[in-house]
C-alpha cells in the first residue's frame, strides 16, 4: 500500500470518533468544477489577490474537508491532482463571465461584477448562472463544437472538459483492449500465435538484445519441459527470463498446479525468474502459491496482457494524435 494511502486511512481512523460525535463533518467526494465556484468567489470577495495554488485550493479543501488521499488522487493523464484541475476550471469560467480577473499569472481577483453577483445571493454559481453574463455567453458560443442541430439545447456535464477528454479516450482505451481480449480467447486464434504474441510483447518492453534475434526466442512447441519461450533480461544476455504462455477462454482459470508445474520446470533449468501469461485469469490459490515460493514469477492475466499490448503497440497501429495544451499564462501576462 501506498505511504499516502496507508496515512489517509489512518487519519479516516483517527476522526472516526469525532464524525460519529457531529465534532467534525465526515469527508466529502471531490467537488466539480461549477460546485467550486460560489465557494471561490466568496473566499475572493474581500478583493484581495490571491494564488490559484496554495491560496484559493488549500482554504477550498479545508473547507470541503477533503483528505491527504483526495488532495492527492490524480487526473487520468497523470498531469495534475483532480482537485486543483477542478479549481482552475472553476476560476477560468468565472473569470471569462467576467466576475474575476487575472492581475498577474497564476492570480486572480474578484471584479465588480463578482462583488454584484454575491450580492444577490445566489444559492449557486454555475454553467447556468455564467449564461447570464454576455462574456460567458460569447466564450460559449465560441467553444461549443459545431453539430447539425442548431439551437439545440446542449447538456451541461459535470465533469470539465479535460476531465470528459480522459474520461472518452479512457472508454475507447477499454473498449479497445476488450475487443483484443475477445480475439486473444477465440478458439479460432492459434496458441501458438499467442506464444509468440507474448515474446514479441517482452521485446517491446526492453527486454533482450534489439540487435540479436536469438535473444527473442520460442522454444520448440512440443516437449519443451513447460518452458515456452526465453527472452534476455539485458542486451548483454547476462539473465534471461521464462516464459510459460496459456491460452485460455474467459471463464478457465490457471490454478495451483499450472504454476507448481511452471515452477518446477524454472527449478530444471536452473532459472530464478519467470513470466507467466495467460489470456484467462488466475485462480486465487495460484496467486498465493506464487505469494509463498522463493522464485520470482511474475502473473499476467488477460486484462493486464491487454493493457500491455495497447502501451507497447502489439496488436494496434496509431490513429490520430491529439496533443493536450493549455494557456500559457506567462506568454500573455509579460513573462519571459
Not at 75 to 86: D, P
Not at 234 to 245: C, E, N, P, R, S
Request: net charge neutral.
Amino acid at each position: 500500500m501506498r505511504e499516502g494511502a496507508s496515512g489517509a486511512s489512518e487519519e479516516r481512523a483517527k476522526n472516526a470518533s469525532d464524525v460519529a460525535s457531529g465534532a467534525i463533518l465526515p469527508a466529502m467526494a471531490i467537488p466539480d468544477y461549477q460546485t467550486l465556484m460560489l465557494p471561490v468567489l466568496q473566499l475572493l470577495s474581500d478583493g484581495q489577490v490571491r494564488r490559484i495554488v496554495p491560496d484559493i485550493t488549500d482554504p477550498l479543501a479545508e473547507q470541503f474537508h477533503l483528505t491527504s488521499e483526495d488532495h492527492q488522487r490524480m487526473l487520468l493523464s497523470g498531469s495534475q491532482s483532480i482537485f486543483v484541475n477542478r479549481t482552475h476550471w472553476a476560476v477560468t469560467y468565472l473569470s471569462k463571465a467576467g466576475l474575476l480577473s487575472r492581475p498577474a499569472r497564476g492570480r486572480v481577483q474578484i471584479t465588480d461584477v463578482g462583488r454584484e453577483a454575491l450580492a444577490k445571493k445566489p444559492a449557486k454559481v454555475n454553467v447556468a448562472f455564467l449564461m447570464g453574463y454576455p462574456g460567458f455567453e460569447a466564450f460559449r458560443a465560441k467553444s461549443k463544437p459545431k453539430t447539425g442541430s442548431e439551437g439545440a439545447p446542449v447538456p451541461i456535464p459535470d465533469q470539465n472538459p479535460e476531465e470528459l477528454l480522459y474520461l472518452t479516450y479512457d472508454a475507447l482505451r477499454r473498449s479497445i483492449e476488450a475487443d483484443m481480449l475477445d480475439r486473444l480467447q477465440a478458439p479460432g486464434y492459434p496458441w501458438e500465435a499467442f506464444e509468440r504474441l507474448v515474446v514479441e510483447l517482452l521485446g517491446a518492453m526492453g527486454y533482450g538484445s534489439s540487435t540479436d534475434e536469438t535473444s527473442l526466442r520460442v522454444t520448440k512447441l512440443t516437449g519443451d519441459e513447460g518452458i515456452d519461450g526465453v527472452i534476455d533480461e539485458d542486451k548483454l544476455g547476462l539473465d534471461a527470463v521464462y516464459i510459460q504462455a496459456k491460452k485460455y477462454q474467459a471463464k478457465t482459470g490457471v490454478g495451483r498446479p499450472a504454476l507448481q508445474a511452471f515452477a518446477g520446470s524454472l527449478e530444471g533449468q536452473r532459472a530464478s525468474k519467470g513470466v507467466f501469461l495467460t489470456t484467462s485469469h488466475f485462480t486465487p490459490e495460484a496467486e498465493e502459491y506464487v505469494r509463498r515460493i522463493s522464485r520470482r514469477i511474475v502473473l499476467v492475466d488477460g486484462r493486464t496482457l491487454t493493457r500491455l499490448m495497447y502501451d507497447y503497440g502489439i496488436g494496434v497501429r496509431a490513429g490520430r494524435s491529439l496533443a493536450v495544451k493549455r494557456v500559457d499564462d506567462g506568454y500573455f501576462e509579460g513573462e519571459v
